[in-house]
């Protein structure tokens, strides 16, 4: 930086803020640090008794903060986002819709390794809500070296680092299995607590049937839920290896491809995820979902209803994250469990 006259500081980048006060009226920043000097600040600055001020030289291979930080936001920006306006080196985005927040983790890695900017989002394949903020991007001096943000965007690559997928409009049909609620000797309470998850999401339940414990009937059910225009359908109770425990089975037996029976979670150790060719997801659910505020079923729903498929790889990566720590006050999703994905 260098001390320059004031009334020759058109166009330069204040080092400090300058401070402006009234007795009893103000005591605040007049002009920021970061702050390009306007020919219509002139005035004011000599008001404020300032004929000199302190000044970074901005020169041609150099960006000023601000003019850098649109770079961050160019690289990171997609469809159902808009930007903050850009302030002391700092663009954020905001979510434009309710949907799924997925972010490049590799490449933003790669990016943030590079001196004097950052990158800070939320964890990828978050469900968000609209006018939630996604990220935020800060350029950390007042000026930086146009090659290091040429540098930036050669790393950050072609495709914008995050993505915000909105939630689909869907409806899913339930199989209640067990002799125990089928032949009324004792309430269904697990079917309510997924039709409440799932009018999280805006989902509908177009269907739902009670079966006992018969494989060839919980596999009947399943195909006239989808014939019937089920988006997803969800299987509760039967998940667990004992000789009744029927739904594994009779999912399998209806043609979808098994993603995966098991998952590194816990709750939800037992969940299973197939796939109908016409890419219909059916879901088997353990009986931790009754009781769990969270468990693996919380973890892949919301990427469900953003219509984006699940694969065997992300549900064995979840096991990062994927310890439930069973806190006395549950304060899902604000918290550890599944942030490892």
Not at 36 to 45: H, R, S, Y
Not at 188 to 197: A, G, L, S
Request: glycine share 10%; proline share 4%; charged share 25%.
């Amino acid at each position: 930086m260098r001390c320059i006259n004031t009334v020759d500081a058109v166009g330069h980048v204040l080092c400090h803020d300058i401070t402006r006060i009234v007795k009893d009226v103000v005591k605040d920043a007049a002009f920021r640090k970061g702050h390009v000097v306007t020919e219509e600040d002139i005035p004011v600055l000599l008001s404020l008794g300032k004929d000199h001020l302190y000044v970074w030289e901005k020169d041609e291979n150099t960006l000023h903060e601000n003019e850098a930080a649109q770079i961050l936001y160019e690289i990171c920006k997609n469809e159902h986002m808009h930007p903050t306006q850009v302030k002391e080196g700092k663009i954020e985005l905001i979510a434009d819709c309710d949907g799924l927040f997925r972010v490049d983790v590799e490449r933003l890695d790669a990016v943030n390794e590079i001196e004097e900017i950052m990158i800070a989002t939320r964890h990828s394949n978050t469900a968000v809500k609209k006018g939630d903020r996604l990220l935020g991007t800060r350029v950390i001096p007042l000026v930086i070296a146009k090659e290091k943000m040429e540098l930036v965007k050669k790393t950050a690559g072609q495709e914008p680092l995050v993505s915000l997928t909105p939630f689909r409009s869907m409806k899913a049909g339930i199989v209640t299995t067990g002799n125990e609620v089928y032949h009324g000797r004792i309430e269904d309470t697990f079917t309510p607590v997924v039709v409440n998850k799932l009018a999280g999401y805006g989902i509908e339940i177009c269907g739902h049937i009670l079966c006992d414990d018969d494989q060839e009937k919980i596999t009947s059910a399943i195909l006239k839920l989808k014939e019937e225009g089920a988006d997803m359908i969800l299987c509760t109770g039967g998940m667990s290896v004992d000789p009744d425990d029927q739904t594994p089975g009779a999912i399998k037996r209806t043609g979808a491809k098994v993603v995966s029976y098991g998952a590194p979670v816990l709750p939800g150790a037992m969940f299973l995820l197939a796939y109908f060719e016409d890419g219909t997801p059916v879901m088997g659910l353990p009986g931790c979902v009754m009781y769990a505020k969270a468990s693996a079923f919380d973890l892949v729903l919301p990427r469900i209803a953003a219509g984006i498929p699940v694969t065997r790889k992300e549900l064995a990566h979840m096991g990062n994250g994927g310890f439930c720590l069973g806190c006395r006050t549950c304060h899902y999703p604000d918290c550890g469990f599944g942030k490892g994905v």
